[in-house]
């Protein structure tokens, strides 16, 4: 591992720097829940507002929470699959959406501008796709680990809040192949078809063509995954789902609470979980995606979304929508008065 930094060379150094991540701050989870019981309400009547505002307390370690420095991180990949036709679209939209990004004209930066966060979109390596997994491996592994540094450096030096998204035509194709790797009994492809969904809108003759690659991908590489999920990352994964698990893993390095996005996200951060039982015990699922698969994985995570409003999109759109729910958590748990400043007598019955 580099001396001056915690950025590593080899998978070696990643499963180090899993050994040695932080947990929740109890004494700050402590203070914010004492707070919440003072508060002129009764106990538990905002729910997972509640919840939300004691997740971001133990994370950042303080209470109260902040929320001043939320920032988004969009990773855009190529996947070599991708001329398999699995997608809806040429691979080329790729590059266009990430020109659309700069430009402004996209759904996250319209998202992203309201909630006042910082938005910042990585291109890896888009005219060097990844190879065809349902052939050879996606990537090498020095391949893998560049985009996982990529992940790890993109945080910015000013953050409180972090939410996660991609952009690469091909990605829930790999994000079913690492799923079924990942979780299939055994390595095998019996449990494919439960981890395939239309992606970009396909269905018929392309939904099955789709299926019968992430087949062939889960044959060749689901063994090897099963045994370790960061070989399974560089096998079935692609450069944007390595550098959103380094993101994960440096978050949870430097404390900053995550809201994951949909399926391809969720399925690049569940790397970490393979890796250590409690390795997302910092993120939070901001939605649940309309893509079928991503409800399977969230269940298989113990992940419960923030919110269901059929959306699909990625780029980071779902989880920045959830981070109003989250400005709603700590306006609530900051503002409002306790029942000692309120002068109200006694707490409120439920």
């Known amino acids: 591992m580099n001396a001056e930094s915690n950025l590593p060379r080899n998978f070696t150094d990643i499963l180090a720097l899993m050994d040695a991540l932080p947990c929740v701050d109890e004494d700050a989870l402590a203070a914010t829940r004492a707070r919440d019981a003072c508060l002129t309400k009764p106990a538990g009547s905002l729910g997972r507002l509640e919840e939300l505002a004691q997740w971001l307390s133990a994370w950042q370690a303080m209470s109260p929470p902040v929320l001043e420095a939320p920032v988004v991180l969009v990773f855009a990949g190529n996947h070599g699959v991708a001329h398999r036709g699995v997608s809806a679209y040429p691979a080329e939209v790729t590059e266009q959406m990430v020109s659309n990004f700069a430009s402004g004209g996209a759904a996250i ?8 966060m910082v938005l910042r979109v990585i291109p890896l390596d888009l005219e060097t796709p990844t190879q065809d997994m349902s052939i050879t491996a996606a990537m090498s592994e020095s391949e893998c680990v560049d985009a996982f540094i990529a992940g790890m450096s993109a945080l910015p030096e000013r953050v409180d809040l972090l939410c996660l998204g991609e952009m690469g035509i091909g ?142 999109l990625g780029e980071a759109s779902g989880a920045a929508v959830a981070v109003g729910l989250v400005r709603c958590a700590v306006a609530l748990h900051t503002g409002m008065a306790t029942f000692e400043e309120a002068a109200v007598s006694g707490k409120l019955a439920d």
């Open 171 to 312: 990605n829930t194709t790999a994000a079913s192949a690492l799923c079924a790797g990942l979780f299939g009994a055994d390595g095998g492809d019996a449990d494919v078809p439960r981890w395939v969904g239309p992606g970009t809108g396909v269905e018929g003759d392309a939904l099955a063509r789709k299926r019968e690659v992430v087949g062939e991908a889960v044959a060749l590489h689901g063994t090897a995954a099963r045994a370790s999920a960061l070989e399974g990352l560089r096998r079935l994964g692609g450069r944007e789902f390595a550098a959103i698990a380094g993101a994960v893993l440096q978050a949870r390095l430097r404390r900053v609470p995550v809201v994951l996005d949909g399926f391809a996200t969720t399925a690049s951060a569940a790397v970490l979980s393979c890796l250590r039982e409690d390795g997302l015990a910092h993120c939070v699922a901001g939605h649940l995606s309309s893509e079928p698969a991503h409800r399977l994985l969230l269940e298989r995570l113990g992940l419960k979304p923030l919110l269901d409003l059929n959306m699909r």
């Open 109 to 116: 930066n319209q998202l992203a501008s309201h909630h006042g």
